[in-house]
């Protein structure tokens, strides 16, 4: 029997222990999309304890805890840090077979070098443990990142925001590159014209123009993309429901934006189109710049509206869904490619019935000018768990090119969750050294270990030119 988390976890194999022992484990970390606060690693905060780090603003866990019936007032609400953590802890136990299992014990081994199972009876200790060490210096923000190896942090963020701590951390030279995201998905909301208004007039103060013609929208928001680029963004992002490609005329267009202005209620038909146009305006930027553009397809957001009510978005009422992608999705590419404006491309599902979509969609605009130029990004959200990243790497294997992937992204609120690229990488080496064990691939670890610090590391360096 196999002991619990220890140096070969996930790595069935000897083959695969060697693939990730000598090729993969020491390989840096690019982080290029993730949701982590600029501020906070401009100030290299310390945390007051391992609650504010680990369960402010993870969804994830807040979803088993409710799952596991502990009251809000634990989760989001207002009891003490200790408290929520105590009640995760004794939800821990109750997460076999739920990727959070791995990640805890994964986390608490990496950083604190705590290898106690999490529960109701260790709680107390392992908080301790974790929060003394997190009260130091050693344990600040910028200290946690050098600890995983982190050389870039792709940082999502909003076309009105100052990149103000951008500019900080890049000036410090401590070893840490970090680069903005573009994620415009509020300016081309039209399904909410009031919210919508709300996002053109704070763009008028940002921006200093005065926004009432859909040509001086656009202007408005080249100016933000193009400040972007001087503060060294090179990655736009969407998380979209779907893609929209529904045929428009610039006229069309221009009148619909009038309507939003006048606060008028738009039919769903000039919401696509309005969703449609922005869309490719936006790719049209990307590719003159020479970005890569990324798009998270699939979500069904907020579907507990008593919730949402109370607590807002991004707090665990997201779920899979079952949008209709490959028709729109293919026209969208399409008409960037026949117009030669598709910049570099990286789709992610997360419909896991869409995985060998995505991965023969990419080889309908891969032509040759770049290796991996359109690409099936790594399990995303709910898929970026061991099921979830096999089933994405095989279905890419499959039918396109595993070796040029570029790699795993945390996607992730917490600086503690740098252990979900060790993840990826075990998986990816078991795979690896299961197919050379069965006689599948030929057994040379030379060229299967360069192949797998490619997919970890190198191809994400080549393709965000790092």
Known sequence: MKQFLDENFLLNTKTAQTLYHDYAKDMPILDYHNHLIPEQIAKDVTFENITQVWLYGDHYKWRAMRTNGVDESYITGNKSDYEKFEKWAETVPYTLRNPLYHWTHLELQRYFGVKDILDGKSARKIYDICTEKLQSKEYSVRNLLKMQKVELVGTTDDPTDSLEWHKVINGDNFGL????????????????????????DKLEGVTNLSIS????????????????????ARISDHGLEQIYAEDYTDAEIKAIFDKIRANQ????????????AMLIYFAVWDHEKGWVQQFHLGALRNNNTRMLTQLGPDTGWDSIGDFSQARQLSKFLNKLDTEDKLAKTILYNLNPADNELMATMIGNFNDGSVAGKVQFGSGWWFLDQKDGMIKQMNALSNMGLLSRLVGMLTDSRSFLSYPRHEYFRRILCNLFGDDIENGEIPNDIEWVGKVVQDICYFNAKNYFEL
């Open 177 to 200: 590159t970090a680069r903005p995201t573009f994620r415009p998905d509020k300016a081309m909301a039209a399904e909410d014209v009031a919210g919508l208004n709300a996002y053109i």
């Open 213 to 232: 013609d859909f040509d001086t929208y656009l202007k408005a928001l080249k100016q933000r993309h193009d400040f972007f680029h001087e503060n060294g």
């Open 265 to 276: 209620v738009l039919t769903n038909q000039e919401v696509l189109k309005f969703k449609s």
